[in-house]
């Protein structure tokens, strides 16, 4: 994530950050020592994704979802869209950068798809542009 960027978060996603900086802990506390080479490497393996985490944790802002505009698309909506042509409904939810994964329909706020929705309305048509060609999408419906 870019330094100018404020590292945005929803309150599942810092939780779900802090439980994994606590499942990192135990796992730390439960290396197995048989191998010298283990011993050696894996804690300080360990260190450095704690120490990326904590930097995570530490910069994150959680954003209340019942502060943001319920009739339009900010951080942290579930989008339900059409794309057009396609007949294909599909629904996201716009979250942090640490939170986004496209098989949990969760899609990052910097993401390009994340771009064109933001600040759209229910039936307000957002347009994405691809180098392949441009996909329209229809705003059905947005819930926080």
């Known amino acids: 994530m870019p330094d100018s960027v404020i590292n945005y978060v ?13 499942n990192l802990l135990a796992g730390k506390d439960n ?26 944790i530490g910069s994150a802002k959680i954003v209340n979802l019942e502060n943001q505009p319920q009739d339009e698309i900010r951080f ?11 007949n294909k409904v599909q629904n996201f939810q716009i979250v942090g950068v640490d939170e986004a994964n496209i098989a949990k329909q969760k899609v990052s706020f910097l993401s390009p798809l994340a771009q064109v929705l933001i600040n759209k309305k229910i039936r307000d048509k957002a347009i994405l542009e691809l180098p392949t060609g441009t996909i329209t999408y229809e705003i059905m419906d947005i819930n926080y």
């Open 76 to 86: 942290g909506a579930t989008v339900k869209f059409k794309v057009q042509g396609a």
């Open 10 to 22: 929803t309150s599942q996603g810092f939780d779900e950050l802090q439980q994994e900086k606590e």
């Open 31 to 56: 290396l197995d020592s048989t191998n010298e080479k283990d011993k050696r490497i894996s804690p300080n393996h360990i260190h450095a994704k704690l120490q990326l985490l904590n930097e995570r």
